[in-house]
């Protein structure tokens, strides 16, 4: 909130530094001071609305019945301290007896080490549940110690910086 100094760091840019096209994203980790503790931003980009009261994240979009293979993009990663990017496509379905998702398929990705020149990443997906999927949450994360449920949890070194570009969706019948 305002009050407390907020609203918190921007972590993701525009760059023309980049694999493809004109733009690419530069998602740099960074700390934020909130009184007497500092928040860990990890430089987040995707299907993710922060709650800043909660100091919580609501995850996913609506995709009904879609059941992609891969998330595939381009990267570079300048890590700091031993710091580690990642990528993660998690495909979900609403539990209404249970009130919570259920998890239909997950994949993810990471690297530790930097990548000076724009390389390829791929995500590939496990699917272990059964329904229909109703939900896609996909996240790629300068700092892989990030934890949504508690903010105040996550984990990482300020100024680890990845740069993404090229983001698609692969399913069966061809890339989306």
């Known amino acids: 909130p305002a009050v407390a100094g907020g609203p918190g760091p921007v972590t993701v840019f525009k760059t023309t530094d980049k694999h493809n096209g004109n ?40 995709c009904n019945d879609c059941r992609p293979s891969k998330l595939k993009g381009y990267y570079k990663f300048e890590p700091v301290n031993g710091d580690s990017c990642i990528a993660l496509l998690l495909l979900s379905k609403w539990n209404s007896v249970a009130k919570k998702r259920d998890t239909i398929g997950y994949g993810e990705w990471k690297q530790k080490e930097a990548v000076t020149t724009w390389s390829p990443f791929e995500v590939s997906v496990n699917y272990t549940g059964t329904g229909t999927v109703d939900s896609i949450t996909m996240l790629v994360v300068a700092s892989a110690g990030f934890n949504v449920l ?27």
């Open 23 to 62: 733009y690419a994203a530069k998602s740099v980790s960074a700390n934020f001071p909130l009184g007497i503790i500092n928040i860990f931003i990890p430089g987040m980009i995707g299907t993710a609305v922060m709650n800043n009261a909660a100091v919580t994240a609501v995850l996913g979009k609506p």
């Open 150 to 176: 508690n903010f105040i949890g996550s984990k990482g070194q300020p100024g680890t910086t990845m740069y993404v570009d090229d983001l698609a969706l692969e399913y069966p019948s061809g890339i989306q």
